[in-house]
């Protein structure tokens, strides 16, 4: 599912970005990173990249891959953890949230109903995150050299692209937080689904 609507399908493919934002480190060794919104001030993760990394072969596309999804991951973790609510909230970016795995919905469904601290929510980000990352890594040896972000095993690629929707819902979740910490009023869901 999140690869066939976030555009993975050519291992060629360049990122395009209609939006330019100050990354944080001047060495842009991932195309994930931390930044502070120019209009709230408040510290934000970037969107997880759209495309494929570059890189010379299928593997070292994948594995630059699964590096970004372990950096995207932490900083969500990160920020998630610096904002430091005390209060259950709801996790309003999965409440229209659909994956295409039956077992994840589960976890989904449960997010739809759940209230969370910033700290609950930071250990369930990296929680994911990292399922989604070592399900990314350990399946090497089933990628497809045209598409090396996909695998043969289409039920565990299923799997894969319901931990990617579900990391990339939940950071969007500490970004919003993170926005009305820094301005004290409440923000809309961002559809990003």
Same mark, same amino acid.
């Given at each position: 599912?999140?690869?066939? &609507?976030?555009?993975?399908? =050519?291992?060629?493919?360049?990122? =395009? =970005?209609?939006?330019?934002?100050?990354?944080s480190s001047p060495l842009k060794l991932s195309r994930v990173f931390r930044f502070v919104d120019q209009q709230t001030g408040a510290p934000q993760i970037s969107d997880f990249p759209d495309s494929n990394p570059s890189g010379d072969t299928?593997?070292?596309?994948?594995?630059?891959?699964?590096?970004?999804?372990?950096?995207? &991951?932490?900083?969500?973790?990160?920020?998630?953890?610096?904002?430091?609510?005390?209060?259950?909230?709801?996790?309003?970016?999965?409440?229209?949230?659909?994956?295409?795995?039956?077992e994840f919905q589960n976890v989904v469904d449960q997010a739809k109903t759940a209230t969370l601290t910033d700290e609950?929510?930071?250990? &369930?980000?990296?929680?994911?995150?990292?399922?989604?990352?070592?399900?990314?890594? =350990?399946?090497?040896?089933?990628?497809?050299?045209?598409?090396?972000?996909?695998?043969? #095993?289409?039920?565990?690629?299923?799997?894969? #692209?319901?931990?990617?929707?579900? &990391?990339?819902?939940?950071?969007?979740?500490?970004?919003?937080?993170?926005?009305?910490?820094?301005?004290?009023?409440?923000?809309?869901?961002?559809?990003?689904?």
């Amino acid at each position: 599912m999140a690869a066939q &609507t976030k555009g993975r399908e =050519s291992w060629t493919e360049e990122e =395009s =970005s209609t939006t330019v934002i100050r990354q944080s480190s001047p060495l842009k060794l991932s195309r994930v990173f931390r930044f502070v919104d120019q209009q709230t001030g408040a510290p934000q993760i970037s969107d997880f990249p759209d495309s494929n990394p570059s890189g010379d072969t299928p593997l070292e596309i994948r594995m630059k891959h699964f590096t970004e999804i372990e950096n995207f &991951t932490f900083l969500g973790y990160q920020l998630a953890h610096e904002l430091g609510g005390t209060t259950p909230r709801p996790i309003r970016t999965v409440t229209d949230l659909q994956v295409p795995d039956d077992e994840f919905q589960n976890v989904v469904d449960q997010a739809k109903t759940a209230t969370l601290t910033d700290e609950e929510l930071a250990d &369930t980000v990296l929680d994911v995150g990292i399922n989604w990352e070592h399900f990314v890594a =350990s399946n090497d040896n089933l990628l497809i050299p045209e598409h090396p972000l996909k695998i043969t #095993d289409v039920l565990m690629q299923e799997k894969i #692209d319901a931990l990617d929707v579900i &990391t990339e819902a939940f950071v969007r979740e500490v970004n919003l937080r993170s926005i009305e910490k820094k301005t004290g009023r409440k923000t809309e869901k961002t559809k990003n689904e």
